[in-house]
Antibody
Framework: QVQLQESGPGLVKPSETLSLTCAVS?????????WSWVRQPPGKGLEWIGE???????HYNPSLKSRVTISVDNSKSQFSLRLTPVTAADTAVYYC???????????????WGQGTLVTVSS | QSALTQPASVSGSPGQSITISCTGT?????????VSWYQQHPGKAPKLMIY???KRPSGVSNRFSGSKSGNTASLTISGLQAEDEADYYC??????????FGTGTKVTVL
């Protein structure tokens, strides 16, 4: 069973860079699946940030595209999120997840990390 | 891209059936059978309940079912139970090679 674990600073100053890493276990990061980031501001709904394939191909939410970079490290079985510059509006729980995709089906999020709260504040 | 539209809240008594709608556009729900539904209890990560419009992952109760007509997808919970009280989100793949979530629906068991 795949497991995902987010890690990174819980507090980031405005105008600086939010950096998170997701460690993947129980599945090869080089499989047929994609790997995504989703965030949820306190008391609000879910927002898809973007995804990456093990080859490095990425797709981003157009509303965040200018500020987001998602990268993958196949040797460490992890992928990362970088968001810059941040404002208070970027305060949220950030989830890393697997976007399931194989020869039978695709396009859904079947495994989620527990989430990590990132607060943007000076 | 705009969020898919869901009712803010839906309620029902134990044993009843409820339906949550998820309205998108011809660029997402209306074109792709890539609609999924997620259940989220307070303080927890979302859990996949339905994928490909109407398929249930292993381990999800058959009281949960999904359907789609035009630009609107629906999640039905039959035999409502106290444990079903949670927030529910739909999601769809889009023609822009992105994903969009619904606005979320709070389900209350009376």
């Amino acid at each position: 069973q795949v497991q995902l674990q987010e890690s990174g600073p819980g507090l980031v100053k405005p105008s600086e860079t939010l950096s998170l890493t997701c460690a993947v276990s129980g599945d090869s990061i080089s499989s047929t699946h994609w790997w995504s980031w989703v965030r949820q501001p306190p008391g609000k709904g879910l927002e898809w940030i973007g995804e990456i394939f093990h080859s490095g191909i990425t797709h981003y939410n157009p509303s965040l595209k200018s500020r987001v970079t998602i990268s993958v490290d196949n040797s460490k079985s992890q992928f990362s999120l970088r968001l810059t510059p941040v404002t208070a509006a970027d305060t949220a729980v950030y989830y890393c997840l697997r976007t399931y995709c194989d020869y039978t089906s695709c396009f859904y999020f079947d495994s989620w990390g527990q989430g990590t709260l990132v607060t943007v504040s000076s | 891209q705009s969020a898919l539209t869901q009712p803010a809240s839906v309620s029902g008594s134990p044993g009843q059936s409820i339906t949550i709608s998820c309205t998108g556009t011809s660029s997402d729900v209306g074109t792709y059978n890539a609609v999924s539904w997620y259940q989220q209890h307070p303080g927890k990560a979302p859990k996949l309940m339905i994928y490909d419009v109407n398929k249930r992952p292993s381990g999800v109760s058959n009281r949960f079912s999904g359907s789609k007509s035009g630009n609107t997808a629906s999640l039905t919970i039959s035999g409502l139970q106290a444990e079903d009280e949670a927030d529910y989100y739909c999601s769809s793949y889009t023609s822009s090679i992105t994903y969009v979530f619904g606005t979320g629906t709070k389900v209350t068991v009376l």
